[in-house]
């Protein structure tokens, strides 16, 4: 499976990562994007990062990182609460220098059923928010990938990126919410946001909850996904999202028998 791995980043949790699966990502040859939630950034110390950060850098393994998200509001319409919401995200966007990660993927957390009526101003807090953070990270080669969620098609997440218009912004289509909680095909989304696409989350499920399956065993289409991509000559990181060692294992089997990143 070594010839997958190379391909993609495995989603590994921060706290994972230091306190167990290390020795096995460096051995494995597995590129790690690590998540870090509100857990991991109130109990570790800035040398505990440091030190997994400088034991990967001396891998040849890329990085990538997925910033907390929950409880968290971007566009928040209250500024006390974008004001944490952008303290939080911060904690993450301060480790950028030392593991140089290629994304960081960040949910803008848009949902209609809860921005009723508010879009614009949502839209208008949540610019401010990523400029915020884009300041942070002049210069530098990592790019901020805005991930859907609860979004039901692009339209939202279309006007937030238009109007960013920065490279170092860019969108993170994650199949299973697309699938699970959205409403448009995989067609629509990459018609209108494959300018933009710089990262794809990578699970299955059943179109009823987020269930975070191997690739085969849900009814998301990624032939169908993987078949655009090569048609519009998209090359995004490749990003798996297993929850247990086994789904992981199953998740590298089945993208092989798929046959999805033949040629990639």
Not at 116 to 121: D, K, L, M, N
Request: aromatic fraction near 8%; glycine fraction near 6%.
């Amino acid at each position: 499976m070594r010839e997958i791995l190379q391909k993609i980043q495995v989603h590994v949790p921060f706290h994972l990562l230091r306190e167990k699966l290390l020795p096995r990502v460096i051995r494995d040859g597995i590129n790690p994007e690590i998540g870090f939630n509100h857990h991991d950034l109130d109990r570790f110390q800035m040398e505990d990062f440091r030190d997994i950060a400088d034991r990967l850098a001396d891998t040849e393994l890329s990085v990538t990182f997925h910033a907390p998200f929950m409880d968290l509001r971007p566009g928040a319409l209250d500024p006390r609460i974008r004001q944490i919401t952008v303290d939080r995200l911060r904690q993450v966007f301060d480790l950028i220098p030392w593991f140089r990660p290629r994304s960081v993927v960040c949910h803008p957390s848009f949902d209609e059923r809860y921005y009723i009526s508010t879009e614009a101003q949502w839209l208008d807090n949540s610019l401010d928010t990523w400029r915020t953070l884009l300041g942070g990270i002049c210069g530098m080669e990592t790019i901020i990938a805005l991930e859907n969620v609860y979004e039901r098609d692009p339209g939202q997440m279309k006007l937030l990126l238009d109007a960013l218009a920065s490279p170092q912004v860019r969108f993170c289509f994650d199949a299973g919410h697309a699938n699970a909680f959205g409403g448009a095909p995989i067609g629509i989304w990459m018609d209108a946001l494959g300018d933009f696409l710089g990262e794809i989350h990578i699970h299955d499920n059943h179109g009823l909850a987020d269930e975070h399956l191997p690739v085969g065993e849900g009814n998301i289409p990624f032939s169908e996904l993987f078949s655009i991509l090569r048609q519009k000559n998209l090359r995004p990181i490749l990003t798996v999202e297993s929850h247990s060692e086994q789904g992981l294992r199953l998740m590298l089997e089945n993208i092989r028998a798929m046959e999805l990143l033949e040629g990639w």
